[in-house]
């Protein structure tokens, strides 16, 4: 098994993604906020990748609508991304969510390609890791980043998911120096992955919008036992 990791969408190869799981990673905050919306009783996530493609989802059924640019929350839209929004679950049972975010739904949109595409995060890294070993492909570790650019989040977020798969016994796995980097990043920060929030830019950034919390929530390793998965329209755990 050989994986490979993107440090951001726009560097995941389109024709590198056949043939491979993809797993998804935007840590601060939307991949994060997916995985506590549906662990907390969300049914199904709509992925929008900018403004009007979620109104127009939003708008042809009763969804909840979310979304942020630039770390705020999209006005007009009752939701941002934050995963404390999602945290009390629902409303009514089988609620469904449309989530559009600055990097975070296109990069999930992005790596559609893959023959299977996870969603993963801190707070789901073991689960994350297991379903993306489940099938014995390789596997494609995709950072949203941001802006284009490398985001040490997100490297966190898949070096954390690589060092649950690599607890496997019987797992023989090659990786990329990238995957290398990502994994030595998270065995830095294996007792704190709070700290590695913080000293990233996007999240001295949200901590100077108020959003300290949100990077306290996200930080928690492995606090549920699910595996979102993408299938071309919507997510699901």
Partial sequence: ????????????????????????????????TIVTALAR?????????????????????????AGERGGLKITGFPRGNSPLE?????????AELVLTTSNGTGAVRASS????????????????????????????????????????????????VLAEMLKSANLAVEMDDRAAAALCLARCYSHDPLAGLMNSAHGKALVRLGR????????QLNMFEIAPVYNGEYITA
Wanted: hydrophobic share 45%.
């Fill in 1 to 32: 098994m050989f994986i490979k990791l993107a440090p951001s969408a726009a560097h995941a190869a389109q024709p590198e993604l056949a043939g491979t799981t993809a797993v998804v990673f935007d840590v601060l905050r939307a991949t994060s």
């Fill in 41 to 65: 009783g969300y049914s199904k996530v709509y992925p929008a990748v900018d403004v009007d493609e979620a109104l127009h989802i939003a708008g042809s059924r009763s969804h909840v609508l």
């Fill in 86 to 94: 999602f945290v009390a679950g629902p409303e009514k049972d089988g």
């Fill in 113 to 160: 390609t893959a023959d299977r595409v996870l969603l993963g995060s801190v707070l789901n890294a073991r689960a994350a890791a297991r379903a993306a070993v489940a099938h014995g492909q390789d596997i494609y570790l995709v950072c949203a980043g941001s802006g284009g650019g490398y985001s040490l989040e997100d490297a966190l977020g898949a070096g954390f």
């Fill in 212 to 219: 300290e919390e949100d990077l306290r929530w996200c930080s």
